[in-house]
């Protein structure tokens, strides 16, 4: 079985609770230490084997194998895709089957994750995910106020349009925006404008 470890925390002495997404599911099992165990870490693709044990609360992860992307090796990049899968962390916190499509993004983030500034492939990803929720509102009204938009727009926590006056942030011009929802693509986009994409993804999916 293979799956991205989405979460790690800390049971009894080194042992500890490994959260993966899997193609079907979300699996919480129990890692036993061993000193010639491969380190789990959050945001880590591994091939695996699923341990049922009536006699314990969770079934044990065992047999771990690493699946390498060339992008691993360098921080910077290994910094944002870790913060981006702590932030689909949260999001499906409590959901048990989620369905394919995140495992697909996190595939399809992660094979181009090397080819481009991290932060576009997250931006492009959690795009492709609010499209896929039905969250991705077409910038013409504000959110806030419900009055039209008209040459700017701020985005708020989960891309919603509002007036510059009515959110405090960067103002972005909204041909540019209705051009980015409707491509999913950053290629136009100048880095200013994915950093301040990326920073409103931090705050939360």
Same mark, same amino acid.
């Given at each position: 079985?293979?799956? /991205? +470890?989405?979460?790690?925390?800390?049971?009894?002495?080194?042992?500890? &609770?490994?959260?993966?997404?899997?193609?079907?599911?979300?699996?919480?099992?129990?890692?036993?230490?061993?000193?010639?165990? #491969?380190? +789990?870490?959050? %945001? /880590?693709?591994?091939?695996?084997?699923?341990?049922?044990?009536?006699?314990? =609360?969770? #079934?044990?992860?065992?047999?771990?194998?690493?699946?390498? =992307?060339?992008?691993?090796?360098?921080?910077?990049?290994?910094?944002?895709?870790?913060? =981006? &899968?702590?932030?689909?962390?949260?999001?499906?916190?409590?959901?048990?089957? #989620?369905?394919?499509?995140?495992?697909?993004?996190?595939?399809?983030?992660?094979?181009?994750?090397?080819?481009?500034? #991290?932060?576009?492939? $997250?931006?492009?990803?959690?795009?492709?995910?609010?499209?896929?929720?039905?969250?991705?509102?077409?910038?013409?009204?504000? =959110?806030?106020?419900?009055?039209?938009?008209?040459?700017?727009?701020?985005? $708020?926590?989960? /891309?919603?349009?509002?007036?510059?006056?009515?959110?405090? %942030?960067?103002?972005?011009? &909204?041909?540019?925006?209705?051009?980015?929802?409707?491509? %999913?693509?950053?290629?136009?986009?100048?880095?200013? /404008?994915?950093?301040?994409?990326?920073?409103?993804?931090?705050? %939360?999916?």
């Amino acid at each position: 079985m293979q799956g /991205y +470890i989405l979460h790690v925390r800390k049971a009894r002495g080194e042992d500890c &609770v490994v959260t993966l997404l899997t193609s079907n599911k979300v699996e919480t099992l129990y890692r036993f230490y061993g000193a010639r165990h #491969p380190v +789990i870490t959050a %945001g /880590y693709k591994i091939d695996f084997e699923k341990h049922a044990d009536n006699h314990r =609360f969770l #079934p044990r992860l065992r047999h771990v194998l690493h699946l390498g =992307f060339p992008w691993l090796k360098s921080p910077e990049r290994l910094q944002v895709w870790q913060q =981006f &899968v702590t932030l689909l962390y949260e999001h499906l916190k409590g959901v048990e089957e #989620p369905g394919r499509f995140y495992y697909d993004m996190l595939e399809n983030a992660a094979r181009r994750w090397h080819l481009q500034n #991290p932060k576009r492939s $997250a931006v492009e990803a959690y795009l492709a995910l609010l499209a896929h929720e039905g969250r991705l509102h077409p910038p013409h009204d504000c =959110f806030v106020c419900g009055r039209p938009l008209e040459k700017e727009l701020t985005l $708020a926590r989960a /891309y919603l349009p509002a007036h510059p006056g009515c959110v405090i %942030g960067t103002a972005l011009a &909204v041909e540019t925006v209705n051009t980015l929802f409707e491509s %999913g693509s950053t290629l136009y986009l100048d880095d200013r /404008y994915v950093e301040t994409l990326w920073l409103t993804l931090l705050e %939360g999916m």
